[in-house]
């Protein structure tokens, strides 16, 4: 009997477990995916997502799916207890993924629909039920024992690598004894999940209450359910706080059991940590396993997501002998500073929101008022790892590429739909004509898929043209004074040139970086 060794063996399959077998399961690998739970949680945690992610579940054929009920917001503002507005996040806008800037989500509807992408992955296969009670880390695989409870059985499963999406309390980042640090956030709040019995619509609708007396916030979760917390003040009673009647109470201006349901009463501890190392020889941490911000920006998922979007595709080329195993190495050095920026973003409009004392409240309603507040600082970009760091590298290197509608043979579809989501060349001028031996060799080696997008013209309608649309790349290329960019299969920019000669010495850095390529 062969033994059977799996590319790679997961533990743990909330959202971000999911997008990560998705992703390897699309690619062909073989994943084994244990979960403790029985079942798909049925119950909302994450209730936010931005363009970024949405363009990855697009990557995984469930973005349309998904898009039936996630409600595309439109601001999230933060306001006073006199109502007076402190911060606006403008969401009004399509993101540079081609996808609307930010989403408000039912979770469940999301993780119905990843699961069935994953479903149509023949050589993912998911266990649930089954908790896992030893690593053993050798040279060339890993073994992982687990345990179903409610049978008693044990089972040693065998794989290249191991991923630990087993969230905060993980049991791989314990077992392997990975460090862990607090960053000092811990506050707790009551949360409250409804299914409305009717449309509801208020003039506040997404947003925090920053009132001292009760900080509170309230926002949709998609399209039937919404969510109201509110910070657990000195001296409450847990008990009475998770009573039905006080939390029907406390909502009371906003909504009744005429107008909703509720399906979910919990107190939740907010806090802030980031583990220390993220991987040890062939096991990695992703997700909450990794990281736990508040959940102030609504990123703490979003980053989960992407933490799977970069391990994927990496094990990915690792292990079809493309690249050698130096290739994970960089998977800390992008991920980790990228998180700690958004956990400090989320910690420091935290501490807005959950200010209590009335001196210290209405010093910062000042400062506010009087402009004297600087504005957010613009979202993180990869500033480490496979990136053109070169002393003379473009400044999109590190940055989201661009996701625009094209028009191909008289079909209009988003980009990465024509032309697939692993690595592509969008460019301004033909590329085949500058590339030398070496740059397309390489361009072979990683299929890397050259888009050139061209404007709308009676020269651009022979078959085969690929015409922008709306003329997001030509405004791209603009703003960013670029005419070609490197984007990598989870839609960072390597880098990007301003002149078509230095093409191929951008493709020499990238092959540098990917050190082994297999010839």
């Keep these: 009997m062969v033994e059977t060794i799996f590319d790679v063996v997961q533990i743990g399959y909330g959202p971000v477990g999911q997008v990560l077998a998705a992703q390897l399961g699309k690619r062909g690998r073989t994943v084994a995916v244990y979960e403790r739970h029985p079942s798909l949680y049925a119950l909302p945690r994450a209730g936010h997502f931005d ?44 993101g540079v993924s081609g996808w609307m800037s930010d989403y408000l989500m039912y979770q469940p509807h999301i993780e119905n629909a990843i699961h069935r992408a994953v479903d149509n992955c023949p050589s993912v296969s998911i266990n649930h039920g089954w908790e896992a009670t030893d690593i053993d880390l050798l040279d060339d695989h890993v073994q992982v024992t687990f345990e179903q409870p409610s049978t008693g059985e044990r089972r040693t499963v065998k794989a290249r690598y191991l991923v630990g999406a087993d969230g905060a309390n993980s049991f791989v980042r314990r ?5 862990w640090t607090d960053l000092g956030f811990n506050e707790s709040w009551v949360v409250l999940d409804f299914k409305q019995k009717r449309p509801l619509e208020f003039e506040f609708d997404n947003g925090q209450i920053c009132d001292p007396k009760r900080p509170l916030c309230l926002f949709q979760l998609g399209k039937s359910h919404r969510r109201f917390e509110y910070m657990v003040m000195p001296g409450e009673s847990r008990d ?20 909703a349901q509720l399906i979910r009463h919990v107190i939740y501890t907010f806090k802030s940590g980031l583990a220390g190392r993220w991987s040890q020889g062939r096991a990695f941490l992703v997700g909450d396993a990794a990281h736990l911000m508040p959940p102030f920006l609504g990123q703490g998922m979003c980053s989960g997501v992407r933490d799977a979007m970069n391990l994927a595709w990496k094990l990915d080329l690792v292990l079809s002998g493309k690249v050698g195993p130096e290739l994970l190495e960089s998977y800390e050095p992008e991920r980790s500073p990228h998180i700690k920026e958004i956990i400090d973003l989320a910690v420091q409009v935290g501490n807005i929101s959950c200010m209590v004392d009335p001196e210290e409240v209405a ?21 480490a790892g496979l990136i053109d760091t070169a002393a003379d590298a473009h400044p999109v290197s590190g940055q989201l590429g661009p996701q625009g509608q094209l028009e191909l043979d008289g079909v209009c579809k988003r980009s990465d739909d024509i032309h697939g989501t692993g690595w592509q060349m969008i ?21 890397i898929q050259v888009v050139r997008p061209l404007a709308k013209s009676p020269d651009a309608d022979g078959q085969g043209s690929v015409i922008d649309l ?41 092959g540098a970086g990917l050190g082994q390529l297999a010839g």
């Design 470 to 510: 709306n003329g997001s790349y030509r405004d791209y290329f603009s703003k960013n004074q670029v005419r070609a960019v490197i984007v990598r299969p989870d839609f960072y920019v390597f880098g990007g040139v301003s002149d078509a000669c230095a093409l191929n010495t951008l493709f020499a850095r990238l």
């Design 240 to 259: 009475e706080l998770l009573t039905p009647e006080h939390a029907w109470k406390v909502i009371e201006p906003w909504i009744t059991q005429d107008d």
């Design 175 to 179: 077992h392997l004894d990975l460090p």
């Design 363 to 383: 010093r910062r309603d000042k400062a506010f008022r009087d402009g004297d507040v600087p504005p957010p600082p613009p979202f993180p970009i990869l500033r």
């Design 51 to 94: 363009h970024e992610i949405m363009r990855i579940f697009q990557s995984m054929g469930c973005a349309e799916e998904i898009e039936v009920d996630a409600f595309p917001a439109t601001k999230y503002q933060w306001r006073n207890a006199e109502g007076e507005l402190l911060i606006s996040f403008d969401w009004d806008q399509v």
């Design 427 to 447: 460019c301004d001028f033909d590329a085949y004509e500058v590339l030398d031996e070496s740059s397309f060799r390489l361009l072979e080696q990683l299929s």
